[in-house]
């Protein structure tokens, strides 16, 4: 199985509300990305979890909380949004090796494209 | 910062020509990758270069690395129509998991 899943597909939120996203791979991949693509952009990196620990934090403002709770889960937390951080929200997984994610070929999921009113 | 810069960053060809794109980069890097976006959609891995290697084949695909320029290439041969997408190049430098970076991406358009 070489198949990364994003729910939901589509979310629209207005600033007020909490919602999460959710990443699932089953590859035994022990690294896992947050990326935010805006329209004609290339992606951009949020956060790197490394065997279950966030180890890479983009300077990502705290309404963007992200959770680990297992190998092969990913969870994006959203409140108190502002209409600026629409865009596609990409999750990506890939091998350690050597103890680094020295190579980093990832493997991405379709995107959760996500509108804030 | 952006580390990768593309060009051109937009592309259109026919069906059978060749397309190339451009990558360059402004650090050391461990090694350097091509993905391709179809629109709005994730990223697919094409092909990965090593710092220390300086052509690579995959299929219709051939990617060189001139790390002295700081800079790489793209070549599909043969294009197809299913090869429209946008191209990005994508680094990793430095010594752990940071430093990720793709480069702002090649459109390319194939016509049948």
């Known amino acids: 199985d070489t198949e990364v899943t994003q729910t939901p597909k589509h979310l629209v939120m207005g600033m007020t509300n909490k919602k999460s996203l959710k990443c699932e791979q089953h590859?035994?991949?022990?690294?896992m990305y947050w990326y935010k693509q805006k329209a004609k952009k290339p992606p951009e990196l949020m956060f790197v979890?490394?065997?279950?620990?966030?180890?890479i934090n983009e300077s990502v403002p705290s309404r963007f909380s992200p959770e680990c709770p297992n190998s092969s889960l990913l969870n994006l937390h959203l409140h108190a949004l502002q209409p600026e951080d629409s865009a596609l929200y990409l999750c990506?997984?890939?091998?350690?090796?050597?103890?680094?994610?020295?190579?980093?070929?990832?493997?991405f999921g379709p995107g959760t494209r996500l509108t804030v009113l | 910062s952006q580390q990768g810069e593309e060009d051109p960053q937009a592309l259109s060809i026919q069906e059978g020509e060749n397309a190339t794109m451009n990558c360059s980069y402004k650090?050391?890097?461990?090694?350097l990758q091509w993905y391709r976006q179809n629109s709005g959609r994730g990223l697919v891995h094409l092909i990965l270069?090593?710092?220390?290697?300086r052509e690579k084949h995959s299929g219709r695909l051939r990617v060189t690395l001139d790390t002295s320029k700081k800079s790489s290439s793209l070549l599909i041969t043969a294009s197809r129509a299913a090869d429209t997408a946008s191209y990005f190049c994508?680094?990793?430098?430095?010594?752990?998991?940071?430093?990720?970076?793709f480069g702002k991406g090649t459109k390319l358009s194939v016509k049948p």
């Open positions: 990506a997984s890939s091998q350690v090796e050597y103890g680094e994610t020295r190579v980093n070929t990832q493997y």
């Open positions: 590859m035994g991949h022990r690294a």
């Open positions: 979890y490394s065997y279950e620990k966030l180890s």
């Open positions: 650090t050391s890097i461990n090694n």
């Open positions: 270069i090593r710092s220390n290697e």
């Open positions: 994508f680094t990793n430098y430095g010594g752990s998991q940071g430093n990720l970076i």
